[in-house]
């Protein structure tokens, strides 16, 4: 008589509630995405939503977002064989968003914003549900307005990012954020991440959140650096200065 073992069972109990945890969110437009619920937060499936943007292999998208972000979750293959996939949190989300530049992108994170995002948090699940009330519809619409408003900053980067803007100015970048803009150097200096001359040291640069153009001034007779923000530096600068718990800093490599 074959018995289990106390580790055996309780990886196959562990399995069993992932499975019971997996839900697929399913969208005329986009397709289905596969979502995990982990103590309470939405964890997306690498794979999926790297088919929806079109970011090719999900295993290269995940060498480029942070640890902290993922989680390993089992799911069924196309031939029914139990595998582990890689899934992200809703930060991680973002980032994988950010790498698109598929115009559907922008419709797929407005879907999961407005949407799946506040859904989720209401209900624990994804249920669309008819308000049945006026005052279920009012919460509702601020339920979404809230999402929505939570996540300008990102919003705002991604938009213009797959417009061609790549790079944004510290000023619109402040505004957008709800700072200042020579408060925003200040922290940003207070922190480590810009010189005395507000530009970033090498180290942020090589991490994809800034880049310097040398600006002409005096009518061409001179040069002065000027700092700007990628999309994905806008992301990570609203945790840095607005965030509850800051991102680890980008450490110095030796040459």
């Not at 209900?123 to 279920?136: C, I, R």
């Not at 790549?166 to 200042?180: E, V």
């Amino acid at each position: 008589m074959h018995v289990k073992s106390c580790k055996g069972e309780a990886i196959e109990r562990y399995l069993k509630e992932d499975f019971m945890n997996l839900e697929i969110f399913e969208h005329s437009r986009f397709g289905s995405v596969r979502v995990v619920n982990q103590g309470g937060e939405p964890y997306f499936a690498l794979v999926d939503l790297c088919e929806v943007l079109d970011l090719g292999q999900a295993s290269a998208v995940k060498r480029r977002i942070e640890d902290d972000v993922i989680s390993n979750h089992p799911i069924e293959d196309s031939i029914g064989r139990e595998q582990f996939a890689t899934f992200v949190n809703e930060d991680g989300l973002y980032d994988v968003i950010l790498d698109s530049r598929k115009p559907e992108a922008k419709g797929f994170r407005k879907w999961v914003t407005s949407e799946v995002l506040p859904s989720i948090r209401k209900t624990g699940g994804y249920q669309v549900k008819t308000p049945q009330t006026y005052a279920e519809a009012l919460r509702l619409a601020a339920d979404q307005a809230e999402e929505m408003e939570r996540n300008k900053p990102k919003v705002e980067a991604h938009d213009r990012f797959i417009s061609g803007e790549n790079l944004q100015t510290m000023g619109d970048i402040a505004q957008s954020l709800g700072w200042g803009r020579n408060n925003l150097f200040k922290e940003l200096r207070a922190q480590g991440v810009l010189k005395k001359n507000n530009t970033p040291y090498q180290r942020f640069i090589d991490a994809g959140y800034f880049s310097v153009k040398q600006t002409p001034i005096k009518n061409g007779r001179f040069n002065k650096p000027q700092t700007y923000v990628t999309a994905k530096g806008v992301d990570w600068l609203d945790k840095q200065v607005n965030g509850n718990k800051k991102d680890q800093l980008p450490q110095t490599v030796s040459r």
